[in-house]
Every structure is written in structure tokens, then in C-alpha cells.
């Protein structure tokens, strides 16, 4: 009898139609995970009946339970641009929204931050597309073959330039949940399965050895292969795991990407590290009599904030940052990870408030730190996030 290799895992991530139901498992819907942790315990509950001994004499059944997790997985290349990405799933179950996919276009022109295409475009603000290694945000229509983006390309496209395909996830009041699959080598062992894992916060890191989502929440059950009971999550046999197939994909590098800040967006090529936070303020309904497991999902206050450091120049953009800190004026920021087409994530937030920054200097060069800075909205457009 031998140990189980941690090496050994396999993750799976599917949307759940129904709250707490667990979706189907399929080969299309593993993930290159990082670490699963989960975590039930069972509501301490204090007894006062007088049972003549100082000995505790054990809880009753059916006392209510408490799941929670954490997720961490890489981000990598898009390879299938006919399925979501790898990470798809989770982003929905973040922000709520259904994806957007746009299949892509034709240059007409470029000239600044306007790009004109050669038939009718079919966007809308939010969206993106990608050109040469860059992603960029649709802020405005201006005509069925035009649109405004949040920043120029790098490089500009020319007449018949192709305009990458994209998928976007935006926010939306409602949360779905998801069902998460750990499964192990072998499958004699104990496997897992996660049911109704709604998001609470995600987390994304910059600048790191690689780019990398951290996804937390809670979840409505935690089944397990060598307890499963028929009916737990409406499934009459625990989910055997899909055959496993071929499962090749690149990361993407930690270094690689852009940052453009500013009101007159300007790329900043001085930030040292970054880090995302997304908050739903989530609760479950959990609470409620007659039922030991949660009945639903109840996101709060929308939450999502940037830590931002930088090394200080003298130059009009990095002063101009600091000036608008100090009046609390907003400001739009979009981050880009990656660098060529099929590798490529962007998060848009059109209304960042920065914060005063720190001053660091105990480096040899000073650097700023601004920390929890805000984005605001008018409704559900604080932030949004595509893959090219």
C-alpha cells in the first residue's frame, strides 16, 4: 500500500443549473490547478441538560454544516477558443454575468484610441478586442463599423490587420454556483466533490513567477466517494471521473503584460508588484429553520480594490497619479496579462478612485505603494474582464 502522490490530482469545475445540484463532470471541464482546500465543520452548539456526569455525552445528528474553500489555479493559454477558457467558470460564478463572445473582425483603420473596421462590428462598450499581442476595451460605439477603445494599440493595425477573437465576463446582481471535482491517482482513493461552490472573493496576482487566480467561498456540501449516501446533491451514484485525456497547456508568464493608468491612459512600465481583490460580501442562507444545509446564495455590497506599487519619476503621468489621489479624483485603469493572441487576459475598471500612496524607501529606489484603492460604477460595471 502506497501513499497518495499530491501530484496525483485532477480538478474539474462546471456551472451548476441549480443551487447546491451537482452538474456533470466532464473531460472538457478540468482545470491546471494549483491547490484545493476545503474545510466543514459542524455548528458547536453548547448543551445545558443536567446528564448526572461531567462527561460529554456527544452531539445529536443533523446539526447544521459549514463548507468553505479555497481555489488556486494559473492562468493559461486560451488553446479551444471554441469552448470558455479553463478559468471560465469561475470567473461567471465571481461576477455573475453570462459571457459575451465576439468571433472577431477586420481592420479598417486605426488612428489613436478609435478603430474602424471594414463590415459592421456588433459591439458593445465593454467588450474587447485584441490586435498584435494587445487587448484593449470598447468605451464607446461610435458607429456600426467604429468604435472608441480605452487605450491605443501598441502597435497600430493596418487596412485587413486581423482583429482577435474575445469572450467577456461582466457582473450581474445574481451569483451562480459551481461544482468542483477532486479526483486522485488511485481511484481506489478517496475523491471529492464540491456542490454548490459560490464565490466570495478572487484574488489576482501580478507580477509573480506566474499569473495567477485565487477563487474562495463558501459551498453548499462537500460529498466524498467513501461516505457518498443516494440522494446527496440529487445524484442517485457518486460521479466517477471522466477519462482523462491529453491535457497540454502553457502558462503564462508573471512578468508579461501591460498596466495603462490615467484619465489620458498612459502605460506605466515602473510597477514592481499588483494585486486584484473582487468581493461579493457573500452569505448563504443558512440560517433558516428546518434545513441543515444552505438553501441559496446572497451576495452583498460589490467590493473590488487594487494594490498598486510603483517606483516614483518625475515624469507628467506619475505626477498627475498622485495629484488625482490627493483630490480622490477617479481614475480608469486596465490591466493586461499576457502578450500574444490566445494568452491574453484584460481587466477594465472605468472609474478607479487611488489612493494616497505610501512612500517606500527602503530600497535603493523609492517606490510608491497605493493601497485598496476602489472602483466604483453607476451598476454593475465596476470592473470587467475578457480573455483574447
Known amino acids: 500500500m502506497a501513499y497518495i502522490s499530491s501530484n496525483d490530482n485532477r480538478l474539474y469545475v462546471?456551472?451548476?443549473?441549480?443551487?447546491?445540484?451537482?452538474?456533470?463532470?466532464?473531460?472538457e471541464n478540468r482545470i491546471p490547478a494549483v491547490k484545493l482546500t476545503v474545510k466543514q465543520q459542524v455548528q458547536k452548539t453548547q448543551r445545558q441538560d443536567k446528564t448526572g456526569s461531567r462527561t460529554f455525552l456527544?452531539?445529536?445528528?443533523?446539526?447544521?454544516?459549514?463548507?468553505?474553500?479555497?481555489?488556486?489555479?494559473?492562468?493559461?493559454?486560451?488553446?479551444?477558443?471554441?469552448?470558455?477558457?479553463?478559468?471560465?467558470?469561475?470567473?461567471?460564478?465571481?461576477?455573475?454575468?453570462?459571457?459575451?463572445?465576439w468571433?472577431?473582425?477586420?481592420?479598417?483603420?486605426?488612428?489613436?484610441?478609435?478603430?474602424?473596421f471594414t463590415t459592421a462590428h456588433g459591439l458593445a462598450?465593454?467588450?474587447?478586442?485584441?490586435?498584435?499581442?494587445?487587448?484593449?476595451?470598447?468605451?464607446?460605439?461610435?458607429?456600426?463599423?467604429?468604435?472608441?477603445?480605452?487605450?491605443?494599440?501598441?502597435?497600430?493595425?493596418?487596412?485587413?490587420s486581423p482583429i482577435g477573437q474575445t469572450v467577456l465576463y461582466s457582473l450581474s446582481s445574481e451569483l451562480g454556483s459551481v461544482t468542483i471535482g477532486d479526483y486522485w491517482s488511485?481511484?481506489?482513493?478517496?475523491?471529492?466533490?464540491?456542490?454548490?461552490?459560490?464565490?466570495?472573493?478572487?484574488?489576482?496576482?501580478?507580477?509573480?513567477?506566474?499569473?495567477?487566480?485565487?477563487?474562495?467561498?463558501?459551498?453548499?456540501?462537500v460529498l466524498d466517494s467513501?461516505?457518498?449516501?443516494?440522494?446527496?446533491?440529487?445524484?442517485?451514484?457518486?460521479?466517477?471521473e471522466p477519462v482523462v485525456q491529453a491535457f497540454n497547456y502553457s502558462l503564462v508568464p508573471g512578468n508579461l503584460g501591460q498596466i495603462w493608468l490615467g484619465n489620458n491612459p498612459t502605460q506605466f512600465l515602473t510597477i514592481t508588484k499588483a494585486d486584484l481583490t473582487f468581493g461579493n460580501k457573500l452569505e448563504l442562507r443558512a440560517n433558516e429553520f428546518g434545513y441543515s444545509l444552505p438553501k441559496g446564495i446572497s451576495p452583498g455590497t460589490r467590493s473590488v480594490s487594487l494594490n498598486l506599487n510603483l517606483y516614483q519619476q518625475d515624469d507628467s503621468p506619475t505626477q498627475a497619479l498622485y495629484q488625482a489621489a490627493r483630490q480622490r479624483s477617479p481614475v480608469t485603469m486596465m490591466i493586461q496579462l499576457g502578450q500574444q493572441?490566445?494568452?491574453?487576459?484584460?481587466?477594465?475598471?472605468?472609474?478607479?478612485?487611488?489612493?494616497?500612496?505610501?512612500?517606500?524607501?527602503?530600497?535603493?529606489?523609492?517606490?510608491?505603494?497605493?493601497?485598496?484603492?476602489?472602483a466604483q460604477g453607476s451598476g454593475d460595471d465596476e470592473i470587467y474582464i475578457a480573455f483574447g
Not at 479598417?108 to 478609435?114: D, E, K, L, N, P
Not at 471529492?192 to 466570495?200: N, W
Not at 484584460?346 to 497605493?370: A, H, I, L, T
Request: aromatic letters at 8%.
Open 186 to 221: 488511485p481511484g481506489s482513493a478517496a475523491q471529492r466533490l464540491l456542490t454548490g461552490a459560490a464565490i466570495d472573493q478572487m484574488k489576482l496576482t501580478i507580477n509573480g513567477d506566474f499569473h495567477q487566480f485565487e477563487f474562495s467561498g463558501m459551498a453548499y456540501d
Open 58 to 101: 456527544g452531539d445529536p445528528a443533523g446539526l447544521r454544516k459549514t463548507t468553505t474553500f479555497k481555489l488556486n489555479t494559473y492562468m493559461t493559454n486560451w488553446a479551444d477558443q471554441t469552448a470558455p477558457p479553463p478559468q471560465g467558470p469561475l470567473l461567471q460564478a465571481s461576477l455573475g454575468g453570462v459571457p459575451a463572445t
Open 341 to 374: 493572441q490566445g494568452e491574453l487576459l484584460g481587466v477594465y475598471m472605468q472609474s478607479v478612485v487611488p489612493e494616497v500612496p505610501d512612500f517606500d524607501d527602503s530600497g535603493s529606489r523609492q517606490q510608491w505603494q497605493f493601497q485598496n484603492c476602489r
Open 125 to 160: 462598450p465593454g467588450q474587447a478586442v485584441t490586435s498584435g499581442g494587445d487587448i484593449r476595451f470598447v468605451t464607446a460605439v461610435v458607429s456600426p463599423e467604429a468604435v472608441h477603445l480605452n487605450a491605443p494599440f501598441t502597435v497600430t493595425p493596418q487596412l485587413n
Open 226 to 240: 467513501s461516505s457518498f449516501q443516494v440522494g446527496e446533491a440529487n445524484l442517485t451514484t457518486f460521479p466517477a
Open 14 to 27: 462546471t456551472l451548476e443549473q441549480n443551487y447546491g445540484s451537482a452538474a456533470a463532470i466532464l473531460s
Open 103 to 116: 468571433s472577431g473582425g477586420t481592420a479598417a483603420s486605426a488612428t489613436g484610441s478609435q478603430l474602424t
